[in-house]
């Protein structure tokens, strides 16, 4: 465990850990000067894949948070990291957002959404526009094809929202297991795809990093998975008794981000 006053590459979650629906925390604005007057960098990191970078920093800039797409890392740039390097020129097929289509075909990827047999490769992303006869193609695929590689960008079961949850990526691919019997390969929280790419793109080391977020299962994991500290919110979906449920622990755990910026103003 190093000190919180020397992790210099912060790894921020979003819903559920720095706001939740359109409340933002208190103490988050104080948390983010915080670390930045430490002398760190943070890296605002989300599961979520149906909506692009752009649309992050304009939901940011409504909480008085001014931000850049270069702040942002979504479970959608890491799945085009690794398409890149494992399905070069391949056609895919995928279930989710326009947002989410809309950021592979810019970032050069032939991908369809209504195409499913020309399909070398299945992805399922968090589809706030799904329909019935998505589900039905992704299954035709599978079926006709059970050897395809098969993506998702993240196993989250619900997506906080002020008044409660909706189903995420990991419940729609849930329903495709139980008609396919396929389960995806998962690239967002908790695989370590995601922290990697950070660190890569921004040259800090393991020991300079810190994962922080409300989701024992994702977040917390995702550092296990990384082999990087992390801290546990309690401002979010998740609470104490799921670290004994999931078998995970968390090197911190603190009730929100304003005690972590307390936490590190003391260490300093």
Same mark, same amino acid.
């Given at each position: 465990?190093?000190?919180?006053?020397?992790?210099?590459?912060?790894?921020?979650?979003?819903?559920?850990?720095? #706001?939740?629906? +359109? *409340?933002? @925390?208190?103490?988050?604005?104080? @948390?983010?000067?915080?670390?930045?007057?430490?002398?760190?960098? &943070?890296?605002?990191? $989300? %599961?979520?894949? *149906?909506?692009?970078?752009?649309?992050?920093?304009?939901?940011?800039?409504?909480?008085?948070?001014?931000?850049?797409?270069?702040?942002?890392?979504?479970?959608?740039?890491?799945?085009?990291?690794?398409?890149?390097?494992?399905?070069?020129?391949?056609?895919?097929?995928?279930?989710?957002?326009? *947002?989410?289509?809309?950021?592979?075909? /810019?970032?050069?990827?032939?991908? *369809?959404?209504? %195409?499913?047999?020309?399909?070398?490769?299945?992805?399922?992303?968090?589809?706030?526009?799904?329909?019935?006869?998505?589900?039905?193609?992704?299954?035709?695929?599978?079926?006709?094809?059970?050897?395809?590689? &098969? &993506?998702?960008?993240?196993?989250?079961?619900?997506?906080?929202?002020?008044?409660?949850?909706?189903?995420?990526?990991?419940?729609?691919?849930?329903?495709? @297991?139980?008609?396919?019997?396929?389960?995806?390969?998962?690239?967002?929280?908790?695989?370590?795809?995601?922290?990697?790419?950070?660190?890569?793109?921004?040259?800090? $080391?393991?020991?300079?990093?810190?994962?922080?977020?409300?989701?024992? #299962?994702?977040?917390?994991?995702?550092?296990?998975?990384?082999?990087?500290?992390?801290?546990?919110?309690?401002?979010?979906?998740?609470?104490?008794? +799921?670290?004994?449920? &999931?078998? /995970?622990?968390?090197?911190?755990?603190?009730?929100?981000?304003?005690?972590?910026?307390?936490?590190?103003?003391?260490?300093?």
């Amino acid at each position: 465990m190093g000190s919180l006053g020397r992790k210099r590459l912060w790894l921020l979650d979003m819903d559920g850990t720095l #706001y939740l629906g +359109d *409340s933002l @925390f208190p103490g988050t604005i104080r @948390f983010l000067r915080t670390i930045r007057e430490s002398g760190g960098r &943070y890296i605002f990191m $989300s %599961n979520n894949s *149906s909506r692009g970078t752009d649309a992050y920093v304009s939901r940011l800039r409504r909480f008085g948070i001014l931000a850049s797409p270069e702040d942002f890392l979504t479970s959608a740039d890491a799945a085009i990291d690794l398409l890149r390097r494992e399905q070069p020129g391949k056609r895919g097929f995928a279930v989710g957002t326009a *947002s989410f289509i809309g950021q592979l075909q /810019i970032a050069g990827f032939t991908v *369809s959404e209504d %195409n499913w047999r020309e399909a070398d490769y299945l992805l399922v992303g968090f589809d706030r526009e799904l329909t019935y006869r998505k589900l039905e193609d992704a299954c035709r695929l599978l079926a006709a094809k059970p050897d395809i590689p &098969y &993506y998702a960008t993240n196993p989250d079961w619900v997506c906080p929202t002020e008044f409660g949850s909706i189903p995420d990526c990991g419940s729609i691919c849930e329903m495709l @297991f139980r008609a396919s019997g396929k389960r995806p390969r998962f690239i967002g929280k908790p695989e370590k795809y995601m922290p990697e790419l950070a660190m890569r793109r921004l040259g800090y $080391s393991r020991d300079e990093t810190v994962l922080i977020g409300d989701r024992i #299962y994702t977040d917390i994991a995702c550092g296990a998975n990384t082999g990087v500290d992390s801290i546990f919110v309690l401002s979010g979906e998740g609470v104490p008794e +799921d670290i004994e449920r &999931y078998g /995970i622990s968390p090197t911190w755990i603190f009730p929100s981000v304003a005690e972590v910026a307390d936490a590190i103003e003391a260490a300093r």
